[in-house]
């Protein structure tokens, strides 16, 4: 392959050089060509790193540069039908958010989370339109977000999810895997919440105790009085009075598109 084809950044040069190349001798031979078109396109995109990209200077880079190609090569296939379904100015889009998503993979710090990039830039492919601003959204979300925080939303968001046997099912098995604390859990709840991806229910439920609380201390008001009364013998029993207070969490609306296109690896319209 000459030096103008690998400087082109697109999806279709993915396609082009998989295609030339069996997916097991590319496993096999580690960094290939496709790792250098990554290479290449990344010291294009990035004004002043090209140095450091093209020379492999940072264990980082390359380590990142041959998980995107691991993913990509065991997904080519299915990113095939949906690249050629599509008009030009549709595949020139794909074009566009496979460039958001190699320019945030490259520079992702956890290695396993490099697969959700791969997973919204496949599951983002098969819309009839992508709008760059969502694009943008989730992917600056996803790189804001931890291993463990995305563990938590796979706890809330199991039943959006197309995985057969998640091993996620309930709170524990998050402190088990990523070995924390409840206290540590809550924290991460408390950050998605702020993420947006997560709702609380307190507020809710303390506005209903709240009313309950002021119905009960009426209650007890007029329970005084009527034992103050000399003329009263009987008196009403009182009512036991129960908090609905609950912590509870729930996904947002965003939260649930964040699963359906990022998290989830076979999303289909």
């Known amino acids: 392959m000459d030096k103008d084809t690998r400087k082109r950044v697109g999806t279709e040069i993915v396609l082009e050089v998989v ?7 590319i496993k096999e031979q580690g960094l290939t060509v496709l790792g250098e078109i990554l290479t290449d396109a990344v010291a294009s995109m990035v004004p002043g790193l090209g140095g450091a990209v093209v020379s492999y ?5 390359k380590r990142n540069i041959e998980e995107i190609e691991r993913l990509l090569v065991g997904r080519v296939d299915e990113l095939k039908d949906i690249f050629y379904s599509k008009s030009v100015q549709q595949q020139s889009d794909i074009d566009r958010l496979y460039e958001h998503m190699l320019s945030n993979a490259l520079d992702e710090p956890q290695r396993e989370k490099i697969e959700y990039f791969i ?4 599951n983002i492919a098969q819309c ?8 943008l959204i989730f992917y600056d979300l996803l790189r804001e977000l931890r291993l463990v925080d995305l563990t938590v939303l796979k706890l809330y968001g199991r039943f ?14 998050v402190l088990s895997k990523h070995n924390i604390t409840y206290e540590q859990y809550n924290l991460v709840r408390q950050n998605l919440v702020k993420k947006g991806v997560l709702t609380s229910k307190t507020d809710l439920t303390l506005e209903k105790d709240l ?3 002021e119905e009960a201390i009426k209650e007890l008001q007029n329970y005084a ?10 008196y009403p029993r009182l009512k036991s009075l129960k908090l609905q207070y609950n912590d509870r969490f729930e996904l947002t609306k965003f939260g649930r598109e964040f699963i359906k296109f990022i998290i989830n690896a076979n999303y289909l319209e």
């Open 19 to 25: 295609a030339e190349q069996a997916a097991d001798v």
């Open 57 to 61: 200077r940072t264990a980082k880079l």
């Open 119 to 122: 997973n919204g830039f496949i």
């Open 128 to 135: 009839e339109t992508i709008n760059e601003d969502f694009v």
């Open 160 to 173: 959006y999810l197309n995985e057969e046997n998640a091993e996620i099912n309930k709170y524990d098995d």
């Open 211 to 213: 009313k309950a609380i």
């Open 225 to 234: 009085e009527l034992i103050t009364n000399p003329k009263k013998n009987k």
